[in-house]
């Protein structure tokens, strides 16, 4: 406990740095998410395409993953962020194709019959139905990113990683348990935070 009051800003440091790459990639995997599951809901075969695509990326093991990035993009950030959205993109291409091929054909018939353009309907109906499992989706996505982020630590991506790997090297216990003590904790806030929005959705649906 001594060590972490005397260094707890290197720790909030280090977690901002986690939480930086982590939205950072999050963000740039739904971007590019988001318009291939809409496709991907209308289309099974570009649905089975980007499946297969993102799900072989998804199988990569991470470090494999970082170390053939670095011809490419060296070390830092930009390595881990990659390798990121790479293993967030399944997922979430999932749930968006699934969660608008659920919503009832008969709520999007009655839209197109108030004269609503097939883009209305989607940004205005389809999309808000289906949030309940996007959201879901952005959850498991979350989740994973922040563990492949303390790993990233081995490609100078900064993040926990770095206290925890640190601490290995330098046998040195407290900074150790630090890191992954802040990495666990913040894990399972987000988990727990996006869970209970996702409860939230689909009560408000149901109603």
Same mark, same amino acid.
Not at 18 to 30: R, T
Not at 46 to 70: D, H, M, Q, R
Not at 117 to 129: G, M, S, T
Not at 137 to 147: H, K, M, Q
């Given at each position: 406990? @001594?060590?972490?009051? !005397?260094?707890?800003?290197? #720790?909030?440091?280090?977690?901002?740095?986690?939480?930086?790459?982590?939205?950072?990639?999050?963000?740039?995997?739904?971007? #590019?998410?988001?318009?291939?599951?809409?496709?991907?809901?209308?289309?099974?075969?570009?649905?089975?395409?980007?499946?297969?695509?993102?799900?072989?990326? =998804?199988?990569? +093991?991470?470090?494999?993953?970082?170390?053939? *990035? #670095?011809? *490419?993009?060296?070390?830092?950030?930009? %390595?881990?962020?990659?390798?990121?959205?790479?293993?967030?993109?399944?997922?979430?291409?999932?749930?968006?194709?699934?969660?608008?091929?659920? &919503? +009832?054909?008969?709520?999007?018939?009655?839209?197109?019959?108030?004269?609503?353009?097939? !883009?209305?309907? /989607?940004?205005?109906?389809?999309?808000?139905?289906? *949030? +309940? *499992? #996007? &959201?879901?989706?952005? !959850?498991?996505?979350?989740?994973?990113?922040?563990?492949? @982020? &303390?790993?990233?630590? =081995?490609? %100078?991506?900064?993040?926990?990683?770095?206290?925890?790997?640190?601490?290995?090297?330098?046998?040195?216990?407290?900074?150790?348990? @630090?890191?992954? /003590?802040?990495?666990?904790?913040?894990?399972?806030?987000?988990?727990? @935070?996006?869970?209970?929005?996702?409860? !939230?959705?689909?009560?408000?649906?149901?109603?």
């Amino acid at each position: 406990m @001594s060590w972490v009051a !005397r260094n707890w800003d290197q #720790i909030a440091l280090a977690l901002m740095q986690h939480v930086g790459i982590s939205l950072a990639a999050l963000a740039i995997a739904f971007v #590019i998410a988001l318009p291939i599951g809409v496709w991907a809901a209308r289309n099974a075969r570009v649905e089975a395409a980007a499946i297969a695509i993102a799900g072989f990326l =998804y199988t990569i +093991p991470t470090l494999a993953f970082l170390a053939l *990035l #670095i011809p *490419l993009v060296g070390l830092g950030p930009a %390595n881990a962020i990659i390798a990121m959205v790479a293993f967030s993109l399944v997922v979430l291409i999932r749930n968006i194709a699934t969660g608008i091929r659920q &919503v +009832p054909a008969e709520v999007v018939d009655s839209a197109r019959g108030m004269g609503m353009a097939a !883009r209305q309907i /989607l940004w205005r109906v389809e999309l808000p139905l289906a *949030l +309940p *499992l #996007i &959201v879901a989706g952005l !959850r498991i996505a979350a989740v994973t990113v922040i563990s492949v @982020s &303390v790993v990233a630590a =081995y490609v %100078n991506a900064g993040g926990l990683g770095t206290l925890i790997f640190n601490g290995i090297a330098t046998d040195h216990p407290p900074k150790i348990w @630090s890191g992954a /003590l802040a990495a666990c904790a913040l894990a399972i806030a987000v988990d727990a @935070s996006l869970s209970a929005l996702e409860r !939230r959705m689909r009560r408000e649906r149901s109603l």
